[in-house]
Antibody, heavy 121, light 107 residues
């Protein structure tokens, strides 16, 4: 059974930092890219970042570029999201998701339950 | 960045109604289009990938069509468990943008 479990969310002051983790099981972690998607309270989904299976390629939304870093540790089946210089608009539930892809499609086929990040003084 | 626009933003329908949601991309994305369902307080669930391929375990009343810039999600006979918000997502290029969502409510 595929499982993704996020942790590390919480309350942080503007300008602060937070590191989210997502531990996965049920598939060969290093063979798959992973992604983070966030959802502000009462709003829609926003794609945040993605990382290749090897960790050699990373991708970011413009809204977080330079402030957020995605990484992974394939020995620990874990993907991370290091969030710095946090702003009120970063307040959201953050979901990690497994990327399923081939030559003709890319999709997010499994999702975690999400972890809430609140940026407030 | 590719912009994704869904319509309508919300709709009211009855059980057994046929429901259609559209999604338009700001440029051609071939068939790199996915649909997700999200129920209140839950993580999104993949319904359709590559515009028209049904994800394993998803009921056959869900179907997707389209290519290029215009796409459609159809629920052939709405069931009580289908009341939710639906999102399209393009996976043609990064950032892999989502539409703003369509909330399907009970009439």
């Amino acid at each position: 059974e595929v499982q993704l479990v996020e942790s590390g969310g919480g309350l942080v002051q503007p300008g602060g930092s937070l590191r989210l983790s997502c531990v996965v099981s049920g598939f060969t972690f290093s063979s798959y890219a992973m992604s983070w998607v966030r959802q502000a309270p009462g709003k829609g989904l926003e794609w945040v970042s993605a990382i290749s299976g090897s960790g050699g390629s990373t991708y970011y939304a413009d809204s977080v570029k330079g402030r957020i870093t995605i990484s992974r540790d394939n020995s620990k089946n874990t993907v991370y999201l290091q969030m710095n210089s946090l702003r009120a608009e970063d307040t959201a539930v953050y979901y990690c998701a497994k990327v399923q892809s081939s030559s003709w499609y890319v999709c997010l086929d499994y999702w975690g339950q999400g972890t809430l990040v609140t940026v407030s003084s | 960045d590719i912009q994704m626009t869904q319509s309508p933003s919300s709709l009211s329908a009855s059980v057994e109604d046929r429901v259609t949601i559209t999604c338009r991309a700001s440029q051609s994305i071939s068939s790199y289009l996915n649909w997700y369902q999200q129920k209140l307080g839950k993580a999104p669930k993949l319904l359709i990938y590559a515009a028209s391929s049904l994800q394993s375990g998803v009921p056959s009343r869900f179907s997707g069509s389209g290519s290029g810039t215009d796409f459609t999600l159809t629920i052939s006979s709405l069931q009580p468990e289908d009341f939710a918000t639906y999102y399209c997502q393009q996976s043609y290029s990064t950032p892999r943008t989502f539409g703003q969502g369509t909330k399907v409510e009970i009439k």
